[in-house]
């Protein structure tokens, strides 16, 4: 790897890390009480997909330890926001579903989170995010591999 390179990948990794972090701090601030963005986006996930989902498929989808997910699923069904039910097929597994209060909490998050992120689309405008996004979603399908 030539020197340019090496720079321009150290520079991209940089702004990726960074931008990371500011964006997360201020995702943090606009959350309902008690939810932790790792709250939010597996809501989110349960409340777009149309069917139950296994811890295991959970922590696959966000490339974590079952463990980290088990985590996860135990606060979030401590707070009431998702169920957690055996597998009937096979009572060894269990099944995640969101639930009415985290569908609830978790459209509360996204009208938070909304107003942050239009601010930032309509500051840096919308042609350049359209730009951005086919690079954004390529380094992400490299980085799942």
């Not at 009480?33 to 409340?47: D, I, K, Q, T």
């Not at 579903?97 to 978790?106: D, K, L, V």
């Not at 459209?107 to 938070?112: E, L, M, T, Y």
């Amino acid at each position: 790897m030539s020197d340019k390179t090496q720079n321009l990948a150290v520079a991209l990794f940089s702004e990726l890390l960074t931008l990371d972090q500011l964006t997360r701090a201020s995702v943090a601030k606009v959350m309902p009480r008690g939810m932790e963005l790792s709250h939010f986006v597996v809501l989110n996930h349960l409340a777009q997909s149309a069917s139950e989902k296994s811890p295991g498929q959970l922590a696959k989808s966000f490339h974590l330890t079952r463990g980290a997910m088990t985590n996860t699923l135990n606060k979030l069904e401590w707070a009431g926001w998702v169920h957690v039910r055996p597998d009937w097929d096979d009572a060894r597994r269990k099944k995640v579903a969101i639930s009415p209060s985290g569908q609830a909490a978790r459209d509360a998050a996204i009208a938070g989170i909304a107003p942050v992120i239009e601010d930032i689309v309509a500051q840096v405008g919308e042609e350049k995010v359209r730009m951005a996004l086919p690079v954004l979603r390529e380094l992400r399908g490299l980085l799942s591999e």
